[in-house]
């Protein structure tokens, strides 16, 4: 019997994005080590940022994006969002949760820029690839 082709749109969805990123997928170990990394740099983190005004994103979700815009060869920063808005791996490395939001593409290239001129990533891609 041919089962019908309804939609069925809950209110409320009871899994996470962790739940959807297979046990054995590389992501999670290469998420280890990334969160390993991003902990060392944490004291640098904070001297970038000023503890007034609007949030920005958080600079370890930031470089975390920026790691899968490397893996996936992704073109621009605006596929990369558009890339995070539907792929729940993606999500879950970075550190979103399913129904949070994606990142303006403007935020996200000033935020990108802080975090170069400022050398964070000159110390973070060799704590990660040591």
Not at 84 to 109: C, E, H, K, Q
């Amino acid at each position: 019997m041919r089962g019908g082709d309804e939609r069925n749109e809950g209110l409320f969805s009871y899994v996470s994005c962790a739940a959807r990123v297979p046990a054995n997928h590389p992501f999670r170990a290469i998420r280890a080590i990334v969160d390993e990394a991003l902990e060392v740099l944490s004291v640098d983190f904070d001297s970038l940022y000023s503890r007034i005004g609007k949030p920005s994103i958080p600079p370890e979700k930031l470089l975390r994006a920026l790691l899968l815009q490397a893996f996936y060869s992704i073109r621009s920063e605006r596929q990369l969002m558009e890339q995070m808005d539907y792929n729940l791996p993606f999500r879950w490395f970075v550190g979103l949760a399913m129904d949070a939001p994606i990142w303006d593409v403007t935020v996200f290239s000033k935020n990108r820029e802080r975090l170069l001129s400022g050398d964070v990533a000159a110390k973070f891609l060799p704590a990660i690839t040591s």
